[in-house]
Structures are given as C-alpha cells and as structure tokens.
C-alpha cells in the first residue's frame, strides 16, 4: 500500500527553488518523513528526514505541516545534477518506495 | 561515514546459472539489511529483510528458495538468485539499518545490475 503521494513529474529552471509535495495522511504517530533521490542506475541518495519540525542540512529543507500529513522537499537553488526522481517515504523500521516524483532541472 | 558497498555492480549470466551479490557496510554495524530490486522505469520493490545470525522475512510475492538470503554477519549480506532466467534480469540494491537515536537510519548501497541472458 503506497502511504504517500507525490505528483509523477515536476519541471523547475535551473537556480530556481524546487518545491516537492507529498501527501501522507495516513502517518502514524511514530513514524518519521524520508526523502531520497535517485539518478539513474544509482542507489537511492539520503536527503533529509523530519518528524514534527521543520528540518533544514547543506541539501534541502524540509517542510512538514502541523497536522503532520503532508510535506515539502526545498531544493533552494536547483542545478542540472539536481535531475533525479525524488521519494517521500515515511515509516521507521523500513523504506517502503512510492513512485515518486521524477523532478528535471532545466538550463 | 555508513558506506554501504555491493559487489559486483554489474554482473551477466547464462539462465539457469546462480549469482551471488554482496552487500557489506563498511564503517557501521548493521543489524538490519534490505534487499530491494528495481525494474526499468520502476520503483524500488522491497523484496525481503534480513536480520543478522537470523532467517529473512521475505515480502509476499518473492520467493525464498530461489532469493536466497544470508547475513552472516553485522557487516555483510548476501543475496542468491539461483536458477536465474531472463524475467530475473533487474537491478538490485541492498540497504543497511542502524539505530541512532531512537531512530532507524538506512543507507543504500550503488546496486547491482544483472542481465540473465
């Protein structure tokens, strides 16, 4: 069962912010926000993780509503080697991939 | 620090020939290890979770005998397709689980492509 849904693609220009929704409203009390990315033919990349506050490292920020059943992933200044497919998971003992959002940088 | 490796990245063989891939975490202690296998255009499919000096708990659908697991130790992990075939063509890729502060942490491993031919 997917417990989250992102949009299947996402365009942004190149230096602009990347703002990537997901929806988990199903999200235990417990349970942890995993973002990751994917380039191709590559294992899935750590970006961030939250559980109730706003959390922000050299990647990205991340955005977690009140109510906890929704966030955002903020690439602040997005490049071309930001092109990836980008997976909000949430969980605690194991990641369990949606589809994701397929995100292109463009010049 | 928590590298997680795999070996080989790329391997081919005939059908009917088994394969082993190596998952090992080189500056941490993982408990924890997941095998997952991703097809073209697909998402990363959970196929099984092992805990080490223990059985895996496969996911519904992956079969045991023929994805054969062993996590002999807290830094490696070994996956088996035995008998492959062409529909096992795939790339597979292992993750490690720590605890670190109450929280479970993974790191993924770069996968292994096989091609069954």
């Known amino acids: 069962d997917a417990k989250t849904t992102q949009p299947p693609s996402m365009d942004c220009a190149e230096g602009r912010a990347a703002n990537l929704p997901c929806n988990h409203s199903?999200?235990?009390?417990?349970?942890?926000v995993y973002w990751y990315r994917q380039i191709h033919s590559q294992g899935p990349q750590y970006i961030i993780h939250g559980l109730k506050n706003n959390e922000t490292n050299e990647m990205a920020s991340l955005i977690i509503t009140e109510d906890r059943k929704s966030s955002t992933l903020i690439l602040p200044h997005a490049t071309l080697r930001d092109t990836a497919v980008y997976y909000c998971?949430?969980?605690?003992?194991?990641?369990?991939f949606g589809a994701g959002t397929r995100l292109t940088v463009k010049p | 620090g928590a590298v997680v490796s795999q070996h080989p990245s790329r391997v081919i063989c005939k059908s009917g020939t088994s394969v082993k891939i190596e998952c090992r975490s080189l500056?941490?202690?993982?408990?924890?290890m997941f095998w997952y296998r991703q097809f073209p255009k697909q998402s990363l499919m959970l196929m099984a979770t092992?805990?080490?000096?223990?059985?895996?708990?496969?996911e519904q659908g992956v079969e045991k005998d023929k994805f054969l697991i062993n996590h002999a130790s807290l830094t490696l992990s070994t996956l088996t397709v035995t008998s492959a075939h062409p529909e096992d063509s795939s790339f597979y890729i292992c993750?490690?689980?720590?605890?670190?502060?109450?929280?479970?942490?993974?790191?993924f491993g770069p996968g292994t492509r096989l091609t069954v031919l």
């Open positions: 092992s805990n080490e000096g223990s059985k895996a708990t496969y």
């Open positions: 993750s490690a689980g720590k605890t670190s502060g109450g929280r479970n942490e993974q790191f």
């Open positions: 998971i949430v969980g605690n003992n194991d990641m369990r």
């Open positions: 199903t999200i235990s009390g417990n349970e942890y």
């Open positions: 500056d941490f202690q993982a408990t924890t």
